[in-house]
């Protein structure tokens, strides 16, 4: 079945410093996710991708959906410590799994002051 | 606008009991998704429901179930508990008018399962 490598699994970064991690698969997606979760909450919704190539900022944070179809990546720019949690991409492919999201492994983000 | 609630967000149960989680989605999404979390599998999709029919289904056993009603809330179904199934139940909601229509999935804060 369709897996997402997603890397790194975990970052300790200073505070200011920019952050930046990344999802690949082994099958094309057409719509990438990517959630923020913190402990004892669901996923919540940072950044969605719907084209290949496509480039989207939501405040400090950018991600690209890549030309492949097959990878995506996240970068927040000069971190704050309320970024701390585990970051995860997911992938869908709506013409054959409905709604169904494909989850990468998580990246815990450590933000020193 | 109200976001996705589940109920309970605290459970513990004995081997060999049921549970039945619920799940209500975002006001005007038809489409409803489960997800288990677990620290050793993470987050893995059990079954997705649109308009009171299951569209998809994950590598689960057959004692996990699911139903949606015609407000599009949700339940979830465990039977024979197992201490394997302890883990967070998450469910998401989206609006999904059908296949090939991109949508964003809004999670709920999850229930917590423990199985002792």
């Known amino acids: 079945g369709q897996q997402l490598n997603q890397s790194p699994q975990s970052m300790f970064i200073q505070e200011g410093e920019d952050v930046s991690m990344n999802c690949t698969s082994s099958?094309?997606?057409?719509?990438w996710l990517w959630y923020k979760q913190e402990p004892g909450e669901g996923p919540v919704l940072l950044i969605a991708?719907?084209?290949?190539?496509e480039l989207t900022s939501n405040g400090r944070l950018t991600a690209q959906f890549g030309i492949t179809r097959k990878d995506s990546f996240l970068n927040i720019s000069a971190s704050i410590p309320s970024d701390v949690g585990i970051y995860f991409c997911?992938?869908?492919?709506?013409?054959?799994?409905?709604?169904?999201?494909?989850f990468g492994e998580g990246t815990q983000l450590t933000v020193n002051p | 606008k109200a976001g996705v609630t589940q109920t309970p967000r605290y459970l513990i149960k004995t081997r060999g009991q049921q549970v039945t989680l619920s799940c209500s989605p975002i006001?005007?999404?038809?489409?409803v998704s489960w997800y288990q979390q677990t620290p050793g599998q993470g987050l893995q999709f059990l079954f997705e429901y649109f308009s009171e029919t299951q569209r998809n289904k994950g590598n689960f056993p057959g004692r996990f179930s699911g139903r949606q009603f015609s407000n599009s809330r949700s339940e979830m179904n465990v039977s024979t508990l197992e201490l394997g199934d302890s883990a967070l139940y998450l469910c998401a909601s989206s609006r999904s008018r059908g296949l090939r229509m991109n949508t964003e999935a809004f999670f709920g804060q999850g229930t917590r399962l423990t199985v002792v």
């Open positions: 006001s005007g999404h038809r489409s």
């Open positions: 997911a992938g869908q492919l709506q013409e054959t799994s409905g709604s169904r999201l494909t």
């Open positions: 099958s094309i997606f057409n719509t």
């Open positions: 991708l719907y084209k290949a190539g």
